[in-house]
């Protein structure tokens, strides 16, 4: 098992541009979310889904969109990128609401300019 | 916000010495996580005590929950070189968020 995977490692924005992370977990997991890590604040949780077709808010959701059409993927849209949202972004999944160990991509680096 | 909050924010010791980090949490929660981050990775779960539960062991990590003063702490006792990292506690509440704290920074010398 390729575990949770995350495509770009790294990318630099113009602010404005909009962009898509991906993130694919090959576990059958039906849980799966979006966190942002910044220098001195930790983890915040941006989006979550609990299963295909149902998402939910985390606690810094402006700015970002999400969906969840399988299982397997999870895509966060950035549709309007600001210099605010320059993050480490790591997506992470667990197999569902009786299980709580996360299992973590590896992080994309995302720098707006 | 629910966020947790460890303390300290950084840790140095010497190799072999034991590490003690403490996290705090405002709402009730369903259980408590410790997870590591090494430097410029993804988490990795350490181990889970739920609310009814007051102490966890794992190999070299101890983990004490006190839920009337919602606050946890992670023992990681003779500690090695392979311990340097970062050390989150993510609480779970009612529902299926998972919320993190921010971190302590642990360094262990040699």
């Known amino acids: 098992n390729a575990g949770v995977t995350q495509t770009p490692k790294f990318q630099v924005l113009k602010t404005g541009q909009s962009m898509t992370l991906q993130c694919a977990q090959d576990m059958n997991h039906e849980y799966m979310s979006w966190y942002r890590q910044d220098p001195g604040m930790g983890l915040r949780l941006i989006h979550y889904s609990v299963g295909a077709g149902i998402t939910d808010q985390g606690e810094v959701p402006n700015g970002y969109n999400v969906s969840r059409s399988t299982t397997e993927d999870f895509p966060l849209r950035l549709l309007s990128a600001a210099p605010s949202q320059t993050s480490v972004y790591f997506c992470?999944?667990?197999?569902?609401?009786?299980?709580?160990?996360?299992?973590f991509g590896p992080g994309t680096r995302l720098t707006v300019l | 916000s629910q966020q947790g909050e460890e303390d300290p924010q950084a840790l140095s010791i010497q190799e072999g010495e034991n590490a003690t980090m403490n996290c705090s949490y405002k709402?009730?929660?369903?259980?408590l996580q410790w997870y590591r981050q090494n430097s410029g990775r993804g988490l990795v779960h350490l181990i889970l005590?739920?609310?009814?539960?007051r102490e966890k062991h794992s190999g070299r990590l101890r983990v004490t929950l006190d839920t009337s003063k919602k606050s946890s702490s992670l023992l990681i006792t003779a500690s090695r070189a392979a311990d340097t990292a970062s050390y989150f506690c993510?609480?779970?509440?009612?529902?299926?968020?998972?919320?993190f704290g921010k971190g302590t920074r642990l360094h262990i010398l040699p």
């Open positions: 993510a609480t779970r509440h009612w529902g299926d968020k998972i919320i």
């Open positions: 005590i739920r609310s009814n539960e």
């Open positions: 992470a999944s667990r197999a569902g609401t009786s299980r709580n160990e996360q299992f």
């Open positions: 709402t009730s929660i369903n259980n």
